[in-house]
T-cell receptor, first 116, second 115 residues
Framework: GNSVTQMEGPVTLSEEAFLTINCTYT??????LFWYVQYPGEGLQLLLK?????DKGSNKGFEATYRKETTSFHLEKGSVQVSDSAVYFC???????????????FGKGTKLTVNP | DADVTQTPRNRITKTGKRIMLECSQT?????MYWYRQDPGLGLRLIYY???????NKGEISDGYSVSRQAQAKFSLSLESAIPNQTALYFC??????????????FGPGTRLTVL
């Protein structure tokens, strides 16, 4: 079945540091890939997404590239801010045309803390 | 006003009690979902509904039931709560755009504690 593995946290960085959160997946067909973010005390919200190989999703300075050859969707940001402190979830949605599930499968989440 | 609302936001109850968590949405989406979040486990799907007449079990449906009263309302019930159901519960909605992306929109969560 479909699955997502993301690096375990917590991750603690200083402001303006470079961020990478690794995410790899296992899926049949051609899944869509997502990063969701959960700020303290809130629900999850979509950060970025990519629907096919080599697509790059980007938002708020975050980027992730859909790499089919390495089955990865790593999240990066060049210079983090204190306000980026949150839990980040990688997620996958199977490709419908290949009989994939329409449900999202989430990784376990990575907690990021950015210190001033 | 929030597009996806959940009530209550916090609830403490005792083992054996029946509990209902409610979710309402104003996004006009047909699809609704219930997840639970546990530390270190991410989000796990409990039930989902693709329209009012369609209810499906997720990966951890045992001990839970749902009711889709209308397009906008999807309730989760714990018939006889037990301590290992202590968790953060999220409702979500989605509207397949036909483009295969199906972004989900989450409510703020309900923190449930079963003593």
């Amino acid at each position: 079945g479909n699955s997502v593995t993301q690096m375990e946290g917590p991750v603690t960085l200083s402001e303006e540091a470079f961020l990478t959160i690794n995410c790899t997946y296992t899926a049949t067909g051609y899944p869509s890939l997502f990063w969701y973010v959960q700020y303290p005390g809130e629900g999850l919200q979509l950060l970025l997404k990519a629907t096919k190989a080599d697509d790059k999703g980007s938002n708020k300075g975050f980027e992730a590239t859909y790499r089919k050859e390495t089955t990865s969707f790593h999240l990066e940001k060049g210079s983090v801010q204190v306000s980026d402190s949150a839990v980040y979830f990688c997620a996958l949605r199977g490709g419908i045309s290949q009989g994939g599930s329409e449900k999202l499968v989430f990784g376990k989440g990575t907690k990021l803390t950015v210190n001033p | 006003d929030a597009d996806v609302t959940q009530t209550p936001r916090n609830r403490i109850t005792k083992t054996g009690k029946r509990i209902m968590l409610e979710c309402s949405q104003t996004k006009g989406h047909d699809r609704m979902y219930w997840y639970r979040q546990d530390p270190g486990l991410g989000l796990r799907l409990i039930y989902y509904s693709f329209d009012v007449k369609d209810i499906n079990k997720g990966e951890i449906s045992d001990g839970y039931s749902v009711s889709r009263q209308a397009q906008a309302k999807f309730s989760l019930s714990l018939e006889s709560a037990i301590p290992n159901q202590t968790a953060l519960y999220f409702c979500a909605t989605s509207d397949p755009s036909g483009k295969g992306t199906d972004t989900q929109y989450f409510g703020p969560g309900t923190r449930l504690t079963v003593l």
